[in-house]
């Protein structure tokens, strides 16, 4: 059985974002996968990194983040949101994300999400990124509403390649830390759409995640090909 995990992030319930989601849970549920969800705005997910997410920090005169996660972690000390959150996160062995473009990017709230839940240690660190992160052998997938239309993106469009714009979530965080990353899920013109294209288009999604496992999946650095200072090796041959 697989194990997904939803991580969904739209501040209202009734969206076609949100509508995503459920659906998304009921297509992974008949196809036998235990589904847990995280409804960010639904739950109030703190989003602010601080010393409060790790016991005994805030006294500290100097916070270095990175170090405190992972001392946290070893310790068993992390707040306790965070530590539901990294549990889904190592138990699943899909992660969804689901949410609207907000400005080229995530919603502020998984954003933060991102920064508070992907500790420094379990899930990367040192040398341990790309295909040697720490999520190897887990999938990640990105399901994502935006208001722009699909001739506005590409190599020669006005917003450029849209693969490009969410590289800082697609390689920069999903890819760094060893997931496999499906080929997202983008919903154009949503809020300006028709109700007949609102539901052909939930059709489509549907069969997207029916479709899931046979899906496309985004090309990663491996570290093979570099060497220990990450100098790209065929470059050292060539020279």
């Known amino acids: 059985m697989k194990r997904v995990l939803i991580v969904h992030a739209h501040p209202e319930p009734r969206s076609f974002t949100s509508s995503m989601k459920g659906e998304a849970t009921r297509v992974f549920e008949a196809l036998g996968c235990e ?10 997910f703190n989003p602010v990194a601080s010393a409060a ?14 170090k405190e996660q992972r001392a946290a972690y070893a310790g068993g000390t992390l707040a306790d949101d965070i530590k539901e959150e990294v549990e889904s996160v190592l138990w699943a062995d899909l ?24 500790l420094s240690g379990p899930f990367y660190g040192g040398l341990r990124f790309y295909d040697k992160g720490g999520l190897t052998g887990k999938r990640a ?3 994502t509403t935006l208001g722009g239309q699909p001739h506005m993106f590409g190599e020669r469009a006005v917003h450029g390649q849209i693969e490009l714009m969410l590289s800082h979530l697609i390689r920069g965080t999903l890819g760094y830390v060893g997931f ?14 028709s ?21 496309e999946v985004l090309e990663m650095p ?10 790209p090796l065929s470059s050292l041959q060539t020279s």
């Open 222 to 231: 491996s570290l093979d090909n570099f060497d220990q200072r990450l100098y």
């Open 95 to 118: 992660v969804v994300l689901n949410f609207p473009i907000f400005w080229f990017s995530v919603p502020a709230i998984m954003k933060g999400w991102i920064d508070r839940v992907f």
């Open 195 to 215: 109700e007949d294209d609102r539901i052909a288009l939930l059709a489509r999604f549907r069969n997207a995640v029916q479709q899931w496992e046979r899906r």
């Open 53 to 66: 997410d790790f016991a005994g920090a805030e006294g500290r005169d100097y916070l270095v983040y990175a």
């Open 141 to 143: 997938w990105i399901t």
């Open 35 to 44: 589904v847990r969800v995280s409804d960010l705005y639904a739950k109030q």
């Open 180 to 193: 496999t990353v499906l080929e997202p899920f983008f919903g154009y013109h949503v809020p300006y759409i």
